[in-house]
């Protein structure tokens, strides 16, 4: 007998693949992986990764994220924002954490804040 379960998998990651193009806004609970492009808003309870191919243009709220790719617009991450050397971001970030490696490229403000930076 099959046990009905609605809660939600997050270990379940989504994945926009390269070459795909989204207009719009998306909200995810789970975990999000960003190969291609959006131009909307994204927000996810959980962990966002931006590929090297990924672009996003809208703002993002997320738990954590990881930037290899281009992101423009305002950036809010309750724990920890990791932009990688390929990465090219502009635009506010609001962020409990930050990892900046030697390459990357980042034009806007940064505010690091213990209190949840997702509810602004």
């Known amino acids: 007998m099959a046990k ?3 809660e939600i998998n997050l270990q379940v990651i989504n994945l926009i693949a390269k070459g795909t193009r989204i207009t719009g806004d ?8 960003i190969d291609g492009e959006i131009a909307g808003n994204l927000e996810s309870k959980g962990r966002l990764v931006i590929g090297a ?5 809208g703002d993002i709220r997320c738990k954590s994220c990881e930037i290899a790719g281009t992101h423009n617009g305002k950036t809010f ?4 924002l990791s932009l990688k050397s390929s990465s090219s971001v502009s635009g ?3 962020t409990g954490k930050l990892s900046i490696e030697p390459g990357a490229f980042f034009a806007g403000t940064c ?5 949840s930076a997702t509810n602004e």
């Open 4 to 6: 009905e379960n609605n």
């Open 111 to 115: 505010t690091m804040s213990d209190e």
């Open 92 to 94: 506010d970030i609001v």
């Open 77 to 80: 991450v309750n724990e920890l």
């Open 26 to 33: 998306i909200v995810s609970d789970g975990d999000l992986r």
């Open 53 to 57: 191919s990924g672009r996003i243009d």
